[in-house]
């Protein structure tokens, strides 16, 4: 596993403790980028609401970045996004059903639905009552 090392963009950057990234997902993203012939092109995460836990991530491959987004060497995330997966793993993995992107270890989540796509957030309330 490496750690994410955010490289120099016009956007602002990704600390090096925001998320991690596997070798794995690091293979994945060069890979679809040669497909593509682009490289250019980076790992769009994002959290959106549904899934069967309240809250799902997505993925997809994408060169536009807004004000808003967190730019690092290989992924693009938007502020709002990275409150829900900070200190995650994101990998790639290949297994006989399926192979894809995946936020792994993630200290947000509560609980994750067993595809693991969605998840549930912490309450970090003091009070729960």
């Known amino acids: 596993m490496m750690n994410f090392f955010a490289k ?8 090096t403790d925001s998320i991690l ?18 490289p250019k092109l980076k790992l769009r995460i994002f959290v959106d609401s549904g899934g069967c836990s309240g809250f ?8 536009q ?3 808003d987004n967190l730019i690092g060497s290989e992924v693009i995330v938007d502020e709002l ?8 793993t994101i990998d790639y993995k290949m297994e006989m059903i399926q192979s894809s992107f995946a936020v792994t270890n993630n200290p947000q989540s509560e609980s994750a639905c067993g595809c693991g796509s969605s998840f549930a957030l912490k309450s970090f309330g003091k009070d729960s009552n």
């Open 65 to 67: 970045q807004s004000t």
């Open 8 to 15: 120099r963009f016009h956007r602002r950057m990704l600390s």
């Open 81 to 88: 996004s990275l409150e829900f997966i900070k200190g995650s």
């Open 21 to 38: 990234i596997t070798k794995s997902c690091i293979n994945k993203i060069n890979e679809l980028r040669a497909m593509q012939n682009d």
């Open 56 to 63: 799902q991530y997505e993925f997809k491959m994408d060169d």
